[in-house]
């Protein structure tokens, strides 16, 4: 299986900040990589499609990049709604599989 | 609007099997990939598997002795069996739907199954 590592685990910051999560996949995955929010007591949320393609409707704020095994995903200018944990996701190779997410919470 | 509704008894009896069903309502499952993904504290999100509107299956090696995922078009539902539970089965299951071959920008609410006696 491909394993997914995000970093940091988790992180604190400030309304208004801008932060970076990496994923670093243990083998090549190409560009088939999403990126899912998730808030307590709810289902994860597709924010990014192919490591830089924003879904409909999520704000530009948001944005990915990389290909192979290292990604980068990065909220410019964080708003209060975005305090979440954050998991990145393969699909290159089945089975399909997550990271282990990163909790983003208020300084 | 698409919307995907988990359902299905929220206690099952280890060495039972765990039965569950998705319903899609504003869509076809005649079409796209359905797919069940399931959440625990302790190992996070694992993908299970999906079913293609075709009837074709894939599953996590790691359940596949274990798992079932099937369809019903008429009814546009889909569902998971998942036999010989255990505690380490209890989760929150999810169904999800996706134009390719992974769990895309629908997903159910997630119900949480425990497995106890």
């Known amino acids: 299986d491909i394993q997914l590592t995000q970093s940091p685990s988790s992180l604190s910051a400030s309304v208004g900040d801008r932060v970076t999560i990496t994923c670093q996949a243990s083998?090549?995955?190409?560009?088939?990589l999403n990126w899912f929010q998730q808030k307590p007591g709810k289902a994860p949320k597709l924010l990014m499609y192919?490591?830089?393609n924003l879904e409909i409707g999520v704000p530009a704020r948001f944005s990915g990049s990389g290909s192979g095994t290292d990604f980068t995903f990065t909220i410019s200018g964080l708003q209060p709604e975005d305090f979440a944990t954050y998991f990145c996701?393969?699909?290159?190779?089945?089975?399909?599989?997550f990271g282990q997410g990163t909790r983003l919470d208020i300084k | 609007q698409v919307q995907l509704q988990e359902s299905g008894p929220g206690l099952v009896k280890p060495s039972e099997t765990l039965s569950l069903t998705c319903s899609v309502s504003?869509?076809?499952?005649?079409?796209?990939?359905w797919n069940w993904i399931r959440q625990t504290p302790g190992k996070g999100l694992e993908w299970i598997g999906y079913?293609?509107?075709?009837?074709?299956?894939n599953y996590n090696p790691s359940l596949r002795s274990r798992v079932t995922i099937s369809m019903d078009t008429s009814k546009d539902q889909f569902s998971l069996s998942l036999k010989s539970v255990t505690a380490a089965d209890t989760a929150v299951y999810y169904c999800?739907?996706?134009?390719?071959?992974?769990?895309?920008?629908?997903w159910g609410q997630g119900t949480l199954v425990t497995v106890s006696s």
């Open positions: 999800a739907r996706g134009i390719r071959p992974t769990p895309g920008g629908y």
């Open positions: 504003g869509d076809s499952i005649r079409s796209y990939y």
């Open positions: 079913i293609h509107y075709s009837g074709s299956t």
């Open positions: 083998q090549d995955i190409n560009k088939y």
């Open positions: 192919d490591a830089s």
């Open positions: 996701q393969q699909f290159d190779k089945l089975p399909i599989t």
